[in-house]
T-cell receptor
């Protein structure tokens, strides 16, 4: 149990376009989802925390207008990178948490390459 | 604020040798501690966790870690590594549920374990 999926696993987009990444909890209800960004050979940096049905809370330094997060249902959160630039290229990982408990379940990640 | 320090960015070790990956943390309140493993181009998999109770915790794949409150450490150990253990390992902390601190995990910078034949 407790499986989190991400789609797509890899995406290449042109500079200036927008790309949407989906994060789904497959067998549980995720009241909270987290979005992380991982640079090569670096740790995971929390971008934002989203609770179902409410606005996401962004970490300091993360542009909320550039990284749009929607958590409209208990099983789906989306991250949209708007007007992507090459510096947005990264590995994006989501995790999901149920209402009760502490454990986060991680998705397999999405490799975004902006050309 | 919480922080996690993994002093070793890379740890090379020969197959069947023991290994210890170091993790130190700082926090003004009690924390939960975790170790995750990440294989190339994959997400994170939980190895083990410390919530309370016994300070020695055992995880999957033969790994174990010991919580040392006085030294604020949570080092990961394995008595005999395999080639398949080659991966990136992350130590992480978070506040216990119910605390006013943030619920998200704070990660260390990671340690690359390279097992050589």
């Amino acid at each position: 149990g407790a499986v989190v999926s991400q789609h797509p696993s890899r995406v290449i987009c042109k500079s200036g376009t927008s790309v949407k990444i989906e994060c789904r909890s497959l067998d549980f209800q995720a009241t909270t989802m987290f979005w992380y960004r991982q640079f090569p050979k670096k740790s995971l940096m929390l971008m934002a925390t989203s609770n179902e049905g409410s606005k996401a809370t962004y970490e300091q330094g993360v542009e909320k207008d550039k990284f749009l997060i929607n958590h409209a249902s208990l099983t789906l959160s989306t991250l949209t990178v708007t007007s992507a630039h090459p510096e947005d290229s990264s590995f994006y990982i989501c995790s999901a948490k149920q209402w009760v408990g502490y454990e986060q379940y991680f998705g397999p990640g999405t490799r975004l390459t902006v050309t | 604020a919480q922080s996690v320090t993994q002093l070793d960015s890379q740890v090379p070790v020969f197959e069947e040798a023991p290994v210890e990956l170091r993790c130190n943390y700082s926090s003004s309140v009690s924390v939960y501690l975790f170790w995750y493993v990440q294989y190339p181009n994959q997400g994170l998999q939980l190895l083990l966790k410390y919530l309370s109770g016994s300070t020695l915790v055992k995880g999957i794949n033969g790994f174990e870690a010991e919580f040392n409150k006085s030294q604020t450490s949570f080092h990961l150990r394995k008595p005999s590594v395999h080639i398949s253990d080659t991966a990136e390992y992350f130590c992480a902390v978070r506040n216990p549920p119910g605390d006013t601190g943030r619920r998200a995990l704070t990660f260390g910078s990671g340690t690359r374990l390279q097992v050589q034949p």
